[in-house]
């Protein structure tokens, strides 16, 4: 049984996630079956695609009750941390309700921003153990055109247009909006980082 499972669903940066453990000396095990899951030492839920066909396929795979009941520690990444929060402006979704922030559109501003915003940008007002050793204003690969609002539960936050949440921490779940296997040496540290907490 690997130590890392990487929850396998239709919405996939799942390969190169799979690399960038590997790469820290970790081989994650990517599987939708809920016995391996729910006794991994810890789980990884990525995520590039649209929120309510993720929402459906985990929802017929009794994937939703399973991930709200884990006790080890849980990331989200990108699609990931936006399913974790209450609701999406994407096809008006209901998500799994982990964090109670919700998730909107950008704004296109009459053409000043582009959307999807996508590219390095920074990351600030930094908390929590995803971010030992991780400078205030590290740059940090995005690529999203949904954001989650910020509240008490944001742990790391980034300003496009306007400030939105980076991370997200609640309990044993963790939640970031950019992608850490793209990000460089910082996107591996975040993710060295997560290897670490028990």
């Not at 990487?6 to 590997?22: C, E, M, Q, T």
Request: one cysteine or more.
């Amino acid at each position: 049984m690997s130590k890392t499972v990487i929850i396998k669903y239709p919405a996939g940066n799942v390969r190169s996630v799979w690399h960038a453990l590997k790469r820290l000396g970790e081989d994650a095990l990517w599987t939708d079956d809920p016995e391996q899951i729910r006794n991994a030492n810890r789980v990884i839920f990525p995520g590039v695609g649209e929120a309510s066909t993720a929402m459906n396929y985990l929802r017929q795979k009794g994937l939703d009750d399973l991930i709200r009941e884990l006790q080890q520690p849980v990331l989200g990444i990108c699609l990931g941390l936006q399913l974790f929060c209450q609701h999406s402006e994407e096809s008006d979704t209901d998500c799994l309700g982990i964090f109670p922030n919700l998730v909107r559109k950008f704004d296109t501003q009459g053409g000043l921003q582009k959307v999807p915003h996508m590219g390095w940008n920074t990351i600030e007002q930094l908390q929590g153990p995803l971010f030992n050793r991780i400078p205030e204003g590290a740059y940090l690969y995005f690529v999203h055109s949904y954001f989650a609002e910020r509240n008490e539960f944001t742990s790391a936050t980034t300003n496009y247009g306007l400030p939105f949440t980076a991370a997200l921490e609640k309990d044993n779940f963790f939640a970031v909006q950019f992608h850490p296997e793209k990000s460089g040496e910082a996107g591996q540290l975040i993710l060295d980082n997560f290897l670490k907490i028990k």
